[in-house]
């Protein structure tokens, strides 16, 4: 059934795959983010309760959002890693846990900055916070523990294990503000239900998350095309590619 | 436009600084993030360049002494 992948798995094919995608999505990124951010910013109307400080929305929630997204992509590379022994769905996982970390950092930063005007404290121990910095620690600790031993393909399986248990950490966040009392608000945007935010207000903020979504898969495929250079410098075709 | 003047959107109803904090921090970290993982690929590309231009050299050498 998924035969047609096979080749994919195959270093060069798969970094002229990235290299024919990464233009296009990079370009739909940044102008799906400029596009949703100056309609949310200056096109929207303010919040009733929160007034213009509720903007801080069209970064926010895409970050979190994404944080947890890339996430669940690290570790679905980790677990193909693990199982099937493919080579670059590790190296996937090291070019994706930067990036799920800057994410998870942006919305940690951007939560702050709501919190500070809206609850009176940059922070507070509250679950949601909490479980999300404890998603940026999972990714600090997934590049970590990759370059901790010195026989690689340990550091490698060890790494992609606690990238798998961390994905505990996900319905953790996802729930943790219906699970606890928090200070956090509740969802706005929800699959099962009618968005609790107003359509003038939503349609910037989904095209904010998909600029997030689309940048996501830009960086890793770029990010993925380094770490094949790398480490299949010794190939033939990595020579000629670059030796010219 | 929801804004009557640039004033009064650069001052975001008296929350600018929070607005324009998370909003600068973010591009920051964003350009950052794009920045790094393009020179990172250009420096190594070069350095293999280096490595393999040295390496030919080498051969070159080598095989003149014979």
């Known amino acids: ?244 | 436009m929801h804004f009557q003047s640039f004033s009064e959107f650069l001052a975001m109803g008296g929350y600018g600084f929070f607005v324009w904090l998370s909003f600068g921090l973010t591009y920051l970290l964003l350009i950052g993030l794009i920045a790094g993982s393009v020179y990172q690929q250009k420096q190594f590309k070069q350095q293999l360049k280096a490595t393999i231009a040295r390496e030919q050299r080498v051969k070159q050498y080598q095989e003149q002494q014979v």
């Not at chain 1, 493919?86 to 996937?92: D, G, L, R």
């Not at chain 1, 998603?135 to 060890?158: E, H, M, T």
């Not at chain 1, 009618?194 to 600029?211: N, R």
Request: include cysteine.
């Open chain 1, 1 to 244: 059934m998924f035969k047609w992948l096979d080749p994919y798995a195959k270093s060069e094919t798969l970094y002229h795959f990235c290299g024919k995608l990464l233009p296009y999505l990079m370009v739909s990124a940044l102008a799906l983010l400029l596009l949703g951010n100056i309609w949310g910013l200056a096109f929207t109307p303010a919040d009733y309760q929160q007034g213009d400080s509720y903007r801080i929305i069209h970064i926010h929630v895409p970050s979190a959002i994404m944080s947890m997204g890339a996430y669940a992509a690290m570790a679905s590379a980790a677990f193909v890693a693990l199982i099937w022994q493919i080579k670059v769905a590790h190296w996937a996982v090291l070019a994706i846990a930067p990036i799920g970390a800057i994410y998870t950092a942006i919305a940690l930063i951007t939560g702050m900055a709501w919190g500070k005007p809206m609850w009176g404290a940059w922070w507070v121990w509250d679950a949601r916070l909490t479980s999300e910095l404890i998603l940026l620690f999972l990714y600090l600790g997934v590049i970590a523990l990759n370059g901790a031993f010195s026989d690689r393909q340990v550091g490698a399986k060890v790494s992609s294990l606690l990238a798998l248990i961390g994905v505990i950490n996900l319905p953790i966040i996802h729930f943790s503000v219906e699970w606890w009392n928090t200070l956090h608000q509740g969802a706005s945007i929800t699959k099962f239900a009618k968005p609790s935010i107003d359509p003038s207000m939503l349609w910037p903020l989904l095209i904010s998350i998909l600029a997030f979504a689309v940048l996501l898969m830009a960086l890793t495929c770029l990010r993925l095309r380094t770490a094949i250079l790398v480490n299949e410098q010794h190939r033939p075709w990595v020579r000629k590619l670059v030796g010219g």
